[in-house]
């Protein structure tokens, strides 16, 4: 079946450590892949998408790639800010903004300073 | 950017009581709107997809009859939880489609609900 599986937090690190958040998916065809925020009480927010093998989606310093042979699309970020605290989620959805999505279980993310 | 509200951000009731929660859609037309539900450490799990005008269809396992969801016009869907169980408890999550003010497909989340049974 449709499923995504990420890296189980909560992650803590330093202001301006690296990070990677690992995710995996398992799905039928080719879905597009999304890493949407939540931050403390507000809505989920999208950070980035990949809609192909290979794309590679980045925004705020965040990047991810599209990986279909490892079926892998892992958030990085070279140097983390405070203000990146937040839960992360990596999903998938098939065909349009209509489809459903599928969301693995989030991810905790607390930086100190 | 588009923006989708939810009412109530949070909510107590007593057992056997019914809670409605509102998902609108401030400055799009949602053509579908999505509802989540998401407990404690846990993904958010799709329970019905609801089009304007049209029944819900609700996911595999979820009671329709207990999670009532009305999509009666472009920018407002309701969510009824009848007879509130405390296994009921949990955050709720909706989300608009659509077009917004470019023209361009959006897809928003609202804040989310969280309810609390007694």
């Known amino acids: 079946g449709n499923s995504v599986t990420q890296m189980e937090g909560p992650v803590t690190l330093s202001e301006e450590a690296f990070l990677t958040i690992n995710c995996t998916y398992t799905?039928?065809?080719?879905?597009?892949l999304f890493w949407y925020v939540q931050y403390p009480g507000e809505g989920l927010q999208l950070l980035l998408k990949?809609?192909?093998?290979?794309d590679k989606g980045s925004n705020k310093g965040f990047e991810a790639t599209y990986r279909k042979e490892t079926t892998s699309f892992h958030l990085e970020k070279g140097s983390v800010q405070v203000s990146d605290s937040a839960v992360y989620f990596c999903?998938?959805?098939?065909?349009?903004?209509?489809?459903?999505?599928?969301f693995g279980s989030g991810t905790r993310l607390s930086i100190r300073p | 950017g588009a923006v989708v509200s939810q009412h109530p951000s949070w909510v107590i009731c007593k057992s056997g009581t019914s809670v409605k929660i509102e998902c609108r859609s401030l400055?799009?037309?949602?053509?579908?709107m999505f509802w989540y539900r998401q407990f404690p450490k846990q993904s958010l799990m799709l329970m019905a997809t609801?089009?304007?005008?049209?029944?819900?269809?609700?996911e595999q396992g979820v009671e329709k009859d207990k999670f009532l969801i009305n999509h009666a016009s472009l920018t407002l869907s309701t969510l009824t939880v009848t007879s509130a169980h405390p296994e009921d408890s949990s955050f709720y999550i909706c989300?608009?489609?659509?077009?917004?003010?470019?023209?361009?497909?959006?897809?928003?989340f609202g804040a989310g609900s969280r309810l609390t049974v007694l």
């Open positions: 989300s608009a489609t659509g077009q917004g003010l470019s023209g361009a497909n959006v897809l928003t």
């Open positions: 799905a039928t065809g080719y879905p597009s």
């Open positions: 990949a809609t192909k093998a290979d």
């Open positions: 999903a998938h959805r098939r065909y349009s903004s209509a489809s459903k999505i599928i």
């Open positions: 400055d799009f037309q949602a053509t579908t």
């Open positions: 609801s089009n304007e005008g049209s029944k819900a269809t609700y």
